[in-house]
Structures are given as C-alpha cells and as structure tokens.
T-cell receptor
C-alpha cells in the first residue's frame, strides 16, 4: 500500500506570495491532518479534514486554510506569506470514521522557505 | 489544554548504552500516548503507542509504559544502535472530545556514536 505523499517536497517563495501544498492520503483513508514543524515551536496542529469537512482547527491565523476533495486528497493554502511561515509542513492520514482514535500516518513533508 | 513535556536534548550515547527519554503529559480526558521518530529529512513514523493505563507499547527494542498515576510515558531501550540516531517525539491524543489531533512534545535529538 502506498504511503502518504506530499507535493512538492521543497518550495521557495517570497514574502507576500501565496502557496498551495498538496497531500494524497493512504488509499482508503478519509481523514487528513496538517501540522507545521518549526525549530522554535515544534510540531503544531493546523487542521483536520474528514469527508471534505473540516472537523478541527488549530490556533493559526486565517491566512492558513485548507480543503479536502471527494477522493480524500487535501490541499492547504497559505496566503500573504511571512518569513515566520518557513517550516516543514507535514500531512498525516488516518482511516478514522468513529470516535475511536486511529493511528495517523505521516508523509515526508513539504519544506517551505519564505525569503 | 493538553500538553506534553519531554526532556530537552540533545542526548548523546555510545552504542549499546541504555536509553531513557522522559515524557510527562497533561490532558483533560484519558488520552492515548505515542512515541514518534523522525529520521533526518523524513516525516514522522509511529514507534509505539499505548491507549490505556498500564499498557506497555513496544517496537524495535523500544518500550514505554502508560503510567496514569504519574502522567508519564517514558521511552526506554536497553541497547541503542547508531541507526537509532533520530529525533524522538512524545505525543498524546485526547480520546475525549477532539480526538482528531496529536499534541506533541518538543522532541529529543538522540545521537548514538559507534
């Protein structure tokens, strides 16, 4: 079974631009979560989607948004980029469809650098 | 809110040494607990997990026991190898309300020298 894939793996943008990152979950998984990893703040939860609906959201400004498509693929968008948005963005998928927690499987991440 | 505190690194050990990485947590409900490992340039991989008190998770020689009374989930390995060099993250998922996210500790960088 193929793992979680994220594209692109590396991105360089300048301040003020916007960026879209893509995540394809493991086949059959309907939940996709996004995390931001930085040296200073560590790993922080951005949001989670299940069946095209956002179920949970972390404490990030509205510049960070996401969506999920009917095939469970997900995208996240960051508008008006700031230097502090430079980070590794990780996507994780899970099969969860009930209240029981299911393991999350992580992709390799997209390394975003904002200049 | 939920939080995870793990020992600051970096930790440097010689091959075959004993490893302990401390992890304590704060949660409102009855969380599931996890250890994830991140190798250089890669995403996170689940190393082990425990979903209720007194459960012991184990994998690849690593172990951790869910201690509700001390709210801890310390990671141990009896004999580390150079290939264990990585960053280790302790994490929890609250099985109460919002069980769709993981709360992570800051991570501990482990370097094992031959």
């Amino acid at each position: 079974k193929a793992g979680v894939t994220q594209t692109p793996r590396y991105l360089i943008k300048t301040r003020g631009q916007q960026v879209t990152l893509s995540c394809s979950p493991i086949s059959g998984h309907r939940s996709v979560s996004w995390y931001q990893q930085t040296p200073g703040q560590g790993l922080q939860f951005l949001f989670e989607y299940f069946s095209e609906t956002q179920r949970n959201k972390g404490n990030f400004p509205g510049r960070f948004s996401g969506r999920q498509f009917s095939n469970s693929r997900s995208e996240m968008n960051v508008s008006t980029l700031e230097l502090g948005d430079s980070a590794l963005y990780l996507c994780a998928s899970s099969s969860t469809g009930t209240s029981q927690y299911n393991e999350q499987f992580f992709g390799p991440g997209t390394r975003l650098t904002v200049l | 809110g939920d939080s995870v505190t793990q020992m600051e690194g970096p930790v440097t050990l010689s091959e075959e040494a004993f490893l302990t990485i401390n992890c304590t947590y704060t949660a409102t409900g009855y969380p599931s607990l996890f250890w994830y490992v991140q190798y250089p340039g890669e995403g996170l991989q689940l190393l082990l997990k425990a979903t209720k008190a007194d459960d012991k998770g184990s994998n690849k020689g690593f172990e951790a026991t869910y201690r509700k009374e001390t709210t801890s989930f310390h990671l141990e390995k009896g004999s580390v190898q150079v290939s264990d060099s990585a960053v280790y993250f302790c994490a929890l998922s609250d099985n109460g309300g919002s069980n769709y996210k993981l709360t992570f500790g800051k991570g501990t960088l482990l370097t094992v020298n031959p």
